[in-house]
């Protein structure tokens, strides 16, 4: 079971930023790719972005196109979004996850406590 630990979520206001950061622990993280999910309020977890393992290419839902960013720093084993315009609606705790299948992340693995983030209208 890879420990992941992610951090960054608060509160901000419609329009602001946060920068969501994800260590795993206890394995290579430079060959897997990696993802980020969330779940808002009483709904289902949902698929945000992922990335492959050297970062050269990234998916996002639809939702968050042009306004999220995935990336990594495989030298720090630190995988990032950076989430711009943000809108009450991206409110959800956001978990990150190994993507083991690719980085479309289909069968994700989770292993943290995910860190909540909150947008005020």
């Known amino acids: 079971q890879v420990q992941l630990v992610e951090s960054g979520g608060g509160l901000v206001q419609a329009g602001g930023s946060l920068r969501l950061s994800c260590t795993p622990s206890?394995?290579?993280?430079?060959?897997?790719?990696m993802g980020w999910f969330r779940q808002p309020p009483g709904k289902e977890r949902e698929f945000v972005a992922g990335?492959?393992?050297?970062?050269?290419?990234?998916y996002y839902t639809d939702s968050v196109k042009g306004r999220f960013t995935i990336s990594r720093d495989n030298a720090l084993s630190t995988v990032y979004m950076q989430m711009n315009s943000l809108k009450p609606e991206d409110t959800a705790v956001y978990y990150c996850?190994?993507?083991?299948?690719?980085?479309?992340?289909?069968?994700?693995?989770?292993g943290g406590q995910g860190t909540q983030v909150t947008v005020s209208s």
């Open positions: 990335i492959t393992p050297s970062g050269g290419y990234t």
């Open positions: 206890g394995r290579t993280f430079d060959s897997v790719a």
């Open positions: 996850a190994t993507c083991p299948y690719g980085a479309a992340c289909r069968n994700p693995r989770f």
